[in-house]
Protein backbone atom coordinates (compact mmCIF):
# COMPACT_ATOMS: atom_id res chain seq x y z
CA UNK A 1 0.00 0.00 0.00
CA UNK A 2 1.00 3.46 -0.34
CA UNK A 3 1.37 4.12 3.72
CA UNK A 4 1.25 2.15 6.91
CA UNK A 5 -2.10 1.15 7.55
CA UNK A 6 -3.66 0.43 11.21
CA UNK A 7 -7.08 -0.61 12.38
CA UNK A 8 -9.03 -0.33 14.37
CA UNK A 9 -8.45 2.96 14.68
CA UNK A 10 -9.79 3.53 17.99
CA UNK A 11 -10.54 0.32 20.42
CA UNK A 12 -12.11 0.82 24.00
CA UNK A 13 -12.25 -2.32 26.03
CA UNK A 14 -13.14 -3.47 28.96
CA UNK A 15 -10.13 -3.87 32.01
CA UNK A 16 -9.33 -8.13 31.36
CA UNK A 17 -10.42 -8.24 27.97
CA UNK A 18 -7.98 -9.02 25.04
CA UNK A 19 -7.54 -6.70 22.26
CA UNK A 20 -5.48 -7.36 18.74
CA UNK A 21 -3.95 -4.47 16.74
CA UNK A 22 -3.26 -5.06 13.38
CA UNK A 23 -0.51 -3.09 11.63
CA UNK A 24 0.17 -3.56 7.48
CA UNK A 25 3.43 -1.71 6.38
CA UNK A 26 4.08 0.07 3.28
CA UNK A 27 4.86 -2.93 0.71
CA UNK A 28 8.28 -4.58 0.82
CA UNK A 29 9.48 -2.88 3.81
CA UNK A 30 11.50 -5.32 5.67
CA UNK A 31 11.81 -3.74 9.19
CA UNK A 32 8.34 -3.04 11.32
CA UNK A 33 8.33 -1.46 14.91
CA UNK A 34 5.56 -1.14 17.43
CA UNK A 35 5.71 1.91 19.55
CA UNK A 36 3.30 2.95 22.39
CA UNK A 37 2.35 6.42 23.03
CA UNK A 38 0.80 8.04 26.37
CA UNK A 39 -0.84 11.33 26.27
CA UNK A 40 1.68 14.52 25.91
CA UNK A 41 4.53 11.60 25.79
CA UNK A 42 6.68 11.18 22.93
CA UNK A 43 6.74 7.40 21.72
CA UNK A 44 8.19 4.39 23.38
CA UNK A 45 9.43 1.11 21.98
CA UNK A 46 7.63 -1.47 22.00
CA UNK A 47 9.43 -4.22 19.74
CA UNK A 48 11.17 -4.56 16.32
CA UNK A 49 10.96 -6.85 13.31
CA UNK A 50 12.99 -8.21 10.54
CA UNK A 51 10.83 -9.95 7.89
CA UNK A 52 9.10 -12.76 10.21
CA UNK A 53 11.88 -12.86 12.77
CA UNK A 54 11.60 -10.64 16.29
CA UNK A 55 14.58 -9.08 16.59
CA UNK A 56 13.85 -7.17 19.76
CA UNK A 57 11.23 -7.39 22.32
CA UNK A 58 12.87 -5.72 25.33
CA UNK A 59 10.64 -2.82 25.42
CA UNK A 60 6.96 -5.16 25.70
CA UNK A 61 5.80 -4.09 29.12
CA UNK A 62 5.01 -7.14 30.40
CA UNK A 63 3.88 -10.97 29.29
CA UNK A 64 0.35 -9.58 28.50
CA UNK A 65 1.84 -8.22 25.21
CA UNK A 66 3.15 -10.33 22.09
CA UNK A 67 3.54 -9.60 18.49
CA UNK A 68 3.72 -11.23 15.31
CA UNK A 69 4.61 -11.11 11.86
CA UNK A 70 4.06 -14.72 10.64
CA UNK A 71 4.95 -13.90 7.13
CA UNK A 72 6.75 -11.05 7.22
CA UNK A 73 4.26 -8.93 6.01
CA UNK A 74 1.31 -7.79 8.45
CA UNK A 75 1.77 -7.82 12.04
CA UNK A 76 -0.21 -7.92 14.67
CA UNK A 77 -0.03 -6.46 18.46
CA UNK A 78 -2.03 -8.49 21.04
CA UNK A 79 -2.64 -7.64 24.52
CA UNK A 80 -3.91 -9.88 26.89
CA UNK A 81 -5.97 -9.06 29.94
CA UNK A 82 -6.08 -5.40 29.37
CA UNK A 83 -5.50 -2.93 32.22
CA UNK A 84 -6.07 0.69 32.54
CA UNK A 85 -2.53 1.50 32.45
CA UNK A 86 -2.55 0.25 28.66
CA UNK A 87 -4.05 3.33 27.48
CA UNK A 88 -2.29 4.83 24.80
CA UNK A 89 -1.82 5.34 20.98
CA UNK A 90 -0.37 2.42 19.66
CA UNK A 91 2.06 3.35 16.89
CA UNK A 92 3.27 0.95 13.94
CA UNK A 93 6.07 2.24 11.42
CA UNK A 94 8.48 -0.02 8.67
CA UNK A 95 11.20 1.04 6.77
CA UNK A 96 12.91 -0.57 3.86
CA UNK A 97 15.43 2.40 3.61
CA UNK A 98 19.26 0.84 4.47
CA UNK A 99 21.34 3.76 4.19
CA UNK A 100 18.64 6.28 5.98
CA UNK A 101 16.79 3.77 8.23
CA UNK A 102 13.83 6.31 8.51
CA UNK A 103 10.75 5.16 9.78
CA UNK A 104 7.39 5.59 8.37
CA UNK A 105 4.31 5.87 10.64
CA UNK A 106 0.55 4.66 10.61
CA UNK A 107 -2.37 6.62 11.62
CA UNK A 108 -2.02 4.13 15.06
CA UNK A 109 -4.68 2.77 17.37
CA UNK A 110 -6.04 4.58 20.11
CA UNK A 111 -6.70 2.42 22.54
CA UNK A 112 -9.13 2.85 25.64
CA UNK A 113 -9.09 0.53 28.68
CA UNK A 114 -12.24 1.40 30.95
CA UNK B 1 20.15 3.37 27.41
CA UNK B 2 19.63 6.42 25.51
CA UNK B 3 18.09 9.22 26.73
CA UNK B 4 16.74 12.26 24.38
CA UNK B 5 16.25 15.54 25.70
CA UNK B 6 14.13 17.87 23.98
CA UNK B 7 13.68 21.97 25.32
CA UNK B 8 11.67 23.94 25.45
CA UNK B 9 8.92 22.07 25.85
CA UNK B 10 6.24 24.35 25.12
CA UNK B 11 6.65 26.68 22.97
CA UNK B 12 4.61 30.04 22.24
CA UNK B 13 5.54 32.50 19.61
CA UNK B 14 4.22 35.31 17.13
CA UNK B 15 3.88 34.40 13.89
CA UNK B 16 6.95 35.91 11.83
CA UNK B 17 9.46 35.80 14.72
CA UNK B 18 12.33 33.16 14.82
CA UNK B 19 13.24 30.34 17.25
CA UNK B 20 15.02 27.49 18.15
CA UNK B 21 14.27 24.02 19.41
CA UNK B 22 17.34 22.34 21.04
CA UNK B 23 17.68 18.17 21.01
CA UNK B 24 20.50 16.89 22.71
CA UNK B 25 21.37 13.35 23.48
CA UNK B 26 23.21 11.10 25.85
CA UNK B 27 25.02 8.38 23.50
CA UNK B 28 27.57 8.22 20.82
CA UNK B 29 25.17 8.42 17.70
CA UNK B 30 25.26 10.09 14.15
CA UNK B 31 21.47 9.42 13.08
CA UNK B 32 19.03 11.95 13.99
CA UNK B 33 15.52 12.09 12.80
CA UNK B 34 13.28 14.77 13.08
CA UNK B 35 9.46 14.04 12.85
CA UNK B 36 6.18 16.32 13.69
CA UNK B 37 2.55 15.10 14.87
CA UNK B 38 -0.30 17.26 14.69
CA UNK B 39 -3.08 16.72 17.42
CA UNK B 40 -4.76 13.34 16.54
CA UNK B 41 -2.54 12.53 13.95
CA UNK B 42 0.85 10.73 13.30
CA UNK B 43 4.53 11.04 12.87
CA UNK B 44 5.20 12.97 10.13
CA UNK B 45 9.10 12.96 8.90
CA UNK B 46 10.82 15.92 8.37
CA UNK B 47 14.42 15.74 8.33
CA UNK B 48 17.17 12.72 8.49
CA UNK B 49 20.64 13.70 9.05
CA UNK B 50 23.37 11.28 9.13
CA UNK B 51 26.46 12.67 9.60
CA UNK B 52 27.90 15.70 11.96
CA UNK B 53 27.72 18.84 10.87
CA UNK B 54 24.69 17.95 8.16
CA UNK B 55 21.74 20.96 7.77
CA UNK B 56 18.63 20.20 6.23
CA UNK B 57 16.24 22.53 4.96
CA UNK B 58 12.73 22.93 4.12
CA UNK B 59 10.41 25.96 3.95
CA UNK B 60 10.89 27.96 7.03
CA UNK B 61 12.39 24.43 8.97
CA UNK B 62 16.53 24.00 9.24
CA UNK B 63 17.84 20.75 11.34
CA UNK B 64 21.13 21.03 12.27
CA UNK B 65 23.61 17.92 13.91
CA UNK B 66 26.24 18.06 15.94
CA UNK B 67 27.41 14.78 16.68
CA UNK B 68 30.63 16.10 18.63
CA UNK B 69 28.14 17.92 21.23
CA UNK B 70 24.73 15.88 20.62
CA UNK B 71 23.29 18.21 19.95
CA UNK B 72 21.07 19.13 16.96
CA UNK B 73 18.58 21.65 16.55
CA UNK B 74 15.57 22.86 14.36
CA UNK B 75 15.51 26.61 13.07
CA UNK B 76 12.45 28.14 12.57
CA UNK B 77 12.24 31.20 10.31
CA UNK B 78 9.31 33.48 10.39
CA UNK B 79 6.74 31.51 11.81
CA UNK B 80 3.49 31.15 10.24
CA UNK B 81 -0.14 29.76 12.07
CA UNK B 82 0.76 26.28 9.56
CA UNK B 83 3.55 25.02 11.84
CA UNK B 84 1.64 24.70 15.19
CA UNK B 85 2.32 21.27 15.87
CA UNK B 86 4.50 18.78 17.90
CA UNK B 87 7.99 18.60 17.13
CA UNK B 88 10.35 15.54 18.24
CA UNK B 89 13.45 14.48 17.92
CA UNK B 90 14.65 10.82 17.35
CA UNK B 91 18.09 8.85 17.64
CA UNK B 92 19.07 5.46 17.33
CA UNK B 93 22.05 4.22 17.63
CA UNK B 94 22.47 2.26 13.70
CA UNK B 95 20.26 1.13 11.15
CA UNK B 96 17.19 -0.88 11.86
CA UNK B 97 17.93 -0.24 16.23
CA UNK B 98 14.73 1.21 17.83
CA UNK B 99 14.26 4.95 18.00
CA UNK B 100 14.74 6.33 20.70
CA UNK B 101 12.23 9.57 21.06
CA UNK B 102 12.60 12.87 22.97
CA UNK B 103 9.18 14.09 25.23
CA UNK B 104 8.73 16.57 21.87
CA UNK B 105 8.16 19.91 22.09
CA UNK B 106 4.73 21.56 21.59
CA UNK B 107 4.80 24.53 19.63
CA UNK B 108 1.77 27.29 18.80
CA UNK B 109 2.19 29.98 16.51
CA UNK B 110 0.02 33.20 17.09
CA UNK B 111 -1.60 35.28 14.68
Known amino acids: GAGVSQSPRYKVAKRGQDVALRCDPI?????LFWYQQALGQGPEFLTY????????KSGLPSDRFFAERPEGSVSTLKIQRTQQEDSAVYLC????????????FGEGSRLTVL | ELKVEQNPLFLSMQEGKNYTIYCNYS?????LYWYRQDPGKSLESLFV?????AVKQEGRLMASLDTKARLSTLHITAAVHDLSATYFC???????????FGTGTSLTVIP
Open chain 1, 93 to 104: ASSGTVNTGELF
Open chain 1, 27 to 31: SGHVS
Open chain 1, 49 to 56: FQNEAQLD
Open chain 2, 27 to 31: TTSDR
Open chain 2, 49 to 53: LLSNG
Open chain 2, 90 to 100: AVTRYTGNQFY
